[in-house]
């Protein structure tokens, strides 16, 4: 394989995970960043088998969480930082309903791996006080990855292994034809720049939306810490009395300043599980790149072949965007054909 050198723009989650897959083929790499967009720091890093409101298995679960999970093991090790952390989600059910589908589904053969069987402790669960109208029940294979102990972590075991450059991409410098940026010839140029890639003169037509969380850190003493609970929101433990409750949701927001509004929604809907107090510590604001269709928009450029993009992970980012890079990376290098549900062609034809 012969070895070529590509540009990242863009050092979160995504640009983290397409380096460390080109750097597994040999591939010399640069990365670009201004470090402005702290999605993928600000983010909860949640990995739910589940979505909740259809209860059912989260898209191509199968593949993409065994391999995430060998995948930040591998890089836990790599690194010798610890950011991986297994934890149960407990749902409270919303309506008999939703407890009904559980039910029907926690021992069909495609679900047993990712539902505990509902017990009579879980449907009358009276514990730290949280309110249980209608039963709760327990997550199999659920974790939760620390941003912020895994972005920085990984910035400082990359820049072992490539160039690392800080400051903002200037699309006037990029010739795109050759492939060359401030006088250094690339083989490709990435962009991993999430929300941001509005401002992209090659990609700001795609349906890439901003779609805003607001997220806060309590203390409480009266919180359960070794279960994550969720019910209108997601009350995660990630130090002892701290945790973090989120998100929220906010479509074509431009900027990622916290707003009073978001702060009273996220404790609005942590009064559906807890009356309990608490303690704001902080409080902060993303913006994800997320997809009309909600699946991540992959590819090259069809005009420019030497442009790509790995963009639209959306919310649940820190499950997909291990495998979703493996894929690009053997797309890239080895001319494997991308899924067609997160080709760029699917949006873009020739």
């Not at 012969?2 to 990365?31: D, E, M, N, R, W």
């Not at 003493?221 to 995660?236: A, G, H, Q, T």
Request: hydrophobic content about 35%.
């Amino acid at each position: 394989m012969t070895q070529q050198h590509y540009l990242i723009v863009g050092a979160g989650l995504s640009g983290i995970c397409v380096a460390q897959q080109l750097i597994s083929k040999k591939q010399q790499v640069s990365i670009i960043d201004s470090y402005e967009n702290k999605s993928s720091i600000v983010a909860a890093g949640l990995i739910n088998p589940l979505v909740f409101r259809r209860m059912a298995k989260s898209w191509r679960i199968d593949e993409l969480l065994p391999y995430a999970v060998e995948f930040y093991h591998n890089l836990e090790g790599e690194t010798g930082e610890n950011f991986y952390h297994p934890i149960v989600i407990r749902r409270f059910f919303s309506s008999e309903q939703e407890r009904g589908f559980w039910e029907k589904k926690q021992s069909e053969l495609e679900y047993i791996d990712y539902m505990h069987p509902l017990t009579e402790d879980d449907i009358n669960y009276n514990k730290y006080q949280l309110k249980n109208d209608f039963g709760s029940a327990r997550v199999k294979q659920s974790a939760w990855v620390n941003p912020a102990v895994f972005i920085p972590s990984m910035h400082n075991a990359l820049k072992a292994k490539c160039t690392f450059i800080s400051e903002k991409f200037d699309y006037s410098k990029l010739e795109i034809e050759k492939g060359f940026y401030k006088g250094i010839e690339y083989a490709g140029i990435i962009f991993c720049e999430g929300y941001e890639a509005q401002h992209n003169p090659w990609f700001n037509d795609l349906p890439i939306q901003s779609t805003k969380g607001e997220v806060l850190t309590i203390h409480s003493d009266e919180l359960p810490m070794d279960e994550s609970i969720n019910r209108k929101c997601f009350v995660l433990p990630i130090s002892p009395s701290t945790y973090k409750i989120g998100s929220s949701y906010k479509w074509d927001t431009p900027n990622d300043i916290p707003t009073e509004e978001g702060k009273q929604e996220l404790l609005e809907h942590y009064h559906f599980l807890s009356d309990s107090k608490l303690r704001i510590i902080d409080h902060t604001a993303g913006i994800r790149p997320t997809t009309l269709d909600r699946r991540p928009i992959i590819g090259r450029h069809e005009l420019h072949p030497k442009l790509h993009i790995f963009n639209g992970m959306g919310a649940k980012g820190y499950l997909i965007a291990p495998l979703l890079s493996k894929e690009f990376i053997e797309f890239l290098v080895n001319d494997l054909p991308l899924s067609k549900e997160i080709d760029l062609r699917r949006i873009r034809k020739k």
